[in-house]
């Protein structure tokens, strides 16, 4: 069986690297597939899981700062075109992880992970790769906010040319505030007078435009709830990325 890639990326602090966990130790404790975890992100100090593989063994951001006289910015942009380049042998350590799922851990810059090292070291993984676009959930909660974050998923897409859900982390911070989002979702007509409501000026037919795009090139389905702190919404992320996977598997 070929083993499946998840990418797990998102906005700064979405809670890529708690879900990474979270995900993890859910799929070893309630399936029989084994897990392994790839840690991309070379400006973090810590991360709540055992890397299997860690970027931070070949350069970190710290480092990077202090031998090039670098900022932050600049030190991750030079992390991502080293990436870019070393892409073929990372790779191919990741490749020699054999397991049934690699855990992805990005960087929360992730714009520069994108526009640098992201799509190719995603091109070079074996397997079938399936990236996980996390935001934070309180953005959607707006009707804006929600046809923002579901475009957004499908840039990222887009860019790493693979099968990407939308993850809204931190359910358990929502008290109620997502009543509409499944509502938005399923009828486009609610969705319009939501921005209706919402949005004011020249930016109404802009995001009524885009509202009745969204059910065209989004399927509802591929948007999931979930809290890495609670861990609800675990078991639905794993059998829509299952499903994918095993769509993927009869396509390729
Ligand atoms: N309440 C709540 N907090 C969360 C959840 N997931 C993550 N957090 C918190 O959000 C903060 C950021 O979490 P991380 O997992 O470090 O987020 P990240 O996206 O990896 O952050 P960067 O890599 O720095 O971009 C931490 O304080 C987490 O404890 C969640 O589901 N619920
Ligand atoms: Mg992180």
């Not at 707006?142 to 046809?147: P, Q, S």
Request: hydrophobic share 45%.
């Amino acid at each position: 069986m070929r083993p499946l890639n998840l990418i797990v990326l998102g906005t700064a602090g979405a809670g890529k690297s708690a879900l990474t966990a979270t995900l993890g130790r859910w799929i070893e404790q309630n399936t029989d597939q084994k897990v392994a975890y790839i840690n991309l992100d070379p400006g973090c100090d810590f991360v709540p899981f055992k890397p299997d593989f860690d970027i931070r063994d070949y350069f970190t951001i710290a480092k990077i700062m202090r031998d090039e006289n670098l900022g932050p910015n600049g030190a991750m942009i030079r992390a991502s075109e080293l990436l870019e380049q070393k892409a073929g042998e990372f790779s191919g350590q990741i490749n020699k992880i054999k397991v049934d799922i690699r855990l992805i851990d990005t960087p929360g810059q992730m714009e520069v992970f994108l526009f640098h090292g992201g799509p190719e070291i995603t091109r070079l993984m074996g397997g079938v790769t399936i990236s996980l676009f996390l935001t934070d959930v309180g953005i959607a909660a707006k009707a804006a906010g929600l046809i923002f974050t579901r475009l957004l998923g499908l840039s990222v897409g887009l860019r790493l040319g693979v099968p990407t859900v939308s993850v809204l982390n931190k359910m358990d911070l929502a008290e109620g505030k997502l009543a509409d989002v499944d509502r938005m979702l399923a009828d486009v007509e609610l969705l319009k007078e939501q921005v209706i409501r919402e949005s004011s000026g020249v930016m109404i037919d802009l995001t009524l435009s885009l509202s009745k795009a969204l059910p065209e090139l989004l399927p509802a389905a591929r948007l999931v709830k979930v809290s890495a702190k609670s861990g609800e919404g675990m078991a639905e992320l794993y059998d829509m990325v299952h499903e994918i996977f095993c769509a993927c598997g009869d396509l390729t």
